[in-house]
Nanobody, 124 residues
């Protein structure tokens, strides 16, 4: 399973951007794909996840109502739409995939497959 994230860059506070995560064709429909982020000096944290089988999504409280997940099955691509961005959203964003779909899907250790990060920098 390979994942490739893209779409980061500089954004002004209050603005929007969209990240993409292209999945390899080996990605199983049974997998969960998530976005995590890591700011300088901080631990990597869960942002959002989507179940490829059922399409269920979930977002962290810190981004609820501002970030949304969507998918384009024809392109094997997931999108993270990020609106009303804040300086504290500045981080390196990673997409990851896991066969685990239990209640601990927000935990980094559940994910064995990671893409490279894409940097989002929000200026005030």
């Amino acid at each position: 399973v390979q994942l490739q994230a893209s779409g980061g860059g500089p954004v002004q506070a209050g603005g929007s951007t969209r990240l993409s995560c292209v999945l390899s064709e080996r990605t199983s429909w049974r997998m969960v794909v998530a976005w995590f982020r890591q700011a300088p000096g901080k631990e990597r944290e869960f942002v959002a996840a989507i179940s490829l089988s059922g399409g269920n999504t979930d977002c962290a409280d810190s981004v609820q109502g501002r970030f949304t997940l969507s998918r384009d099955n024809t392109k094997n691509t997931l999108y993270l739409q990020m609106n009303s961005l804040k300086p504290e959203d500045t981080a390196n964003y990673f997409c990851a995939a896991s066969y685990y779909s239990g209640r601990y899907y927000t935990e980094i250790l559940q994910y064995a497959h990671w893409g490279q990060g894409t940097q989002v920098t929000v200026s005030s």
